[in-house]
């Protein structure tokens, strides 16, 4: 008889005392059919805890979940919370919370899958993937009380042409190529990665490029939606800019008052490009979102694109940025894709599996006591979920690296609160048209530091580099 105050999740392959440690396991098999392994028969039924196990993420010995120092790779800190806690480590949260941080990939597969005993967490949302999607009641703003649902992101998202969208990424990215090909050196971060994901998101909204106000909202757009704000302030920056902030949160000086201020002018160019599609609406995301009955008036849809575009853009631009990484640092890699055994599309995704931007996403809470990688896990405890852990859990992996056309990986989130279709197409889509254009323009570009000398945004919960300077032989066009 099913006890229903407790229940058990998976005890995969590698949980200390597991005598299958050393066996590929569900995990490695599920990898293989393209998606989570699916819970044992025995979840749902009691399990006897063993004592150590017992309690909250603190008394279990909590670490902190530090940011990698210089030289060093997430995966190094993940195979260290492995050898020491299994599957599934106490830590302790960047905000100064306890939570268990699940690092399998059965486990996190198993948590996505079941949100009636792990139901997100309101009060600390989280970053993409979760935080983008729009398809669910929208959670609450601490002091605000429930937000009233929103139009639907994936339903907006669905006018958008993946063809007219790869042409119109193509002509940027030419121009921005362009640029600085004469030069002979370029910082590829800031003068086309991000270049290329921001203008891509405001394509999407319907502005094309050659629009007057094109450039002008994309520097707003830049400055607003800057680097440092959602890390810092513990809010999303999509949450941040529906509730009519900057990400970041409230004003603290002189930086941020640069930023309200783009902010403010960013809204003024997108209630006057909202007003437009009204009157003469256009297959875009802008007028799908105007149509939804969800969206009562434009400055809900101004909020909406503002979130569309938050969500959007540094997570693309981190993976264009990790992927050119591995193409200018790792020989097998860039290898096969020159050779052809690789297209850029399967690069893209083997990044996705190796290196992805979204390495930590939280956001959610245990319904009630329950078993999670051999851990007691109480009601009310959080639980964060480390996707590039699960990524690379060697129990998925046992005979090398992952195949670039396997896609089940979790970079995109899992279970209802998986990122919403098409939103991952659209992201490959400018990801690949991105890379495609570089190697195209600049093919014997190189990196012009050593790779130890790269550095990556301080942040547990996502991967960018902060820049990425390169050489080549100038082009004159």
Request: proline letters at 10%; charged letters at 25%; a neutral charge.
């Amino acid at each position: 008889m099913t006890d229903r105050s407790t229940t058990t999740a998976p005890d995969a392959p590698g949980t200390p005392g597991n005598p299958a440690a050393d066996e590929p396991g569900p995990a490695a098999s599920a990898v293989r059919r393209g998606g989570p392994a699916a819970p044992p028969a025995s979840a749902g039924h009691r399990a006897t805890a063993d004592p150590s196990e017992a309690g909250s993420p603190a008394a279990s010995g909590a670490v902190p979940l530090r940011v990698p120092a210089d030289g060093e790779s997430p995966a190094a800190i993940y195979a260290g919370l492995r050898r020491r806690h299994g599957r599934v480590a106490p830590v302790v949260a960047d905000d100064g919370g306890t939570a268990w941080l699940v690092l399998g990939y059965a486990e996190v597969g198993y948590v996505t899958a079941h949100e009636e005993l792990f139901v997100r967490d309101t009060s600390r949302p989280g970053p993409w993937p979760e935080a983008a999607e729009s398809t669910g009641p929208a959670p609450a703003v601490p002091g605000r009380g429930p937000r009233r649902p929103g139009p639907s992101a994936a339903r907006a998202l669905a006018a958008v042409d993946q063809f007219e969208l790869a042409e119109g990424c193509r002509g940027v990215a030419r121009r921005l190529v362009d640029g600085f090909a004469g030069s002979g050196r370029a910082e590829l971060m800031s003068a086309y990665v991000r270049a290329v994901s921001l203008r891509a998101a405001v394509l999407m909204c319907g502005l094309p490029p050659d629009a007057g106000a094109f450039e002008g909202l994309v520097g707003d757009l830049r400055t607003a939606l800057a680097e440092d704000g959602p890390e810092r302030s513990g809010t999303s920056g999509t949450d941040a800019v529906r509730d009519g902030m900057p990400p970041g949160g409230a004003v603290r000086g002189g930086g941020d008052e640069l930023r309200r201020s783009a902010y403010v002018r960013a809204g003024e160019r997108l209630r006057r490009l909202v007003a437009a599609r009204r009157s003469g609406p256009r297959p875009d995301v802008i007028s799908r979102l105007l149509a939804d009955p969800a969206a009562p008036d434009d400055g809900e849809v101004v909020r909406e694109v503002f979130a569309l575009v938050a969500a959007a853009h540094r997570p693309t631009a981190d993976w264009i940025g990790n992927a050119l990484r591995l193409l200018l640092t790792d020989e097998r890699f860039a290898r096969d894709v020159s050779g052809g055994r690789l297209s850029v599309g399967q690069a893209l995704n083997e990044v996705l599996w190796l290196d992805t931007p979204a390495q930590t996403v939280g956001g959610r809470r245990a319904v009630r006591d329950t078993q999670l990688g051999g851990h007691r896990v109480r009601a009310g405890d959080r639980v964060l979920l480390s996707l590039a852990a699960a990524n690379t859990d060697p129990q998925i992996w046992p005979g090398g690296r992952p195949g670039g056309e396997n896609a089940a990986h979790l970079s995109f989130g899992g279970g209802g609160r998986r990122c919403p279709y098409p939103a991952p197409l659209l992201a490959e889509t400018i990801a690949r048209t991105a890379v495609e254009t570089l190697l195209e323009r600049l093919p014997d570009t190189v990196l012009a530091v050593d790779p130890e000398r790269l550095a990556w945004r301080p942040s547990v919960r996502e991967r960018g580099l902060v820049a990425l300077p390169v050489r080549f032989t100038p082009v004159i066009r």
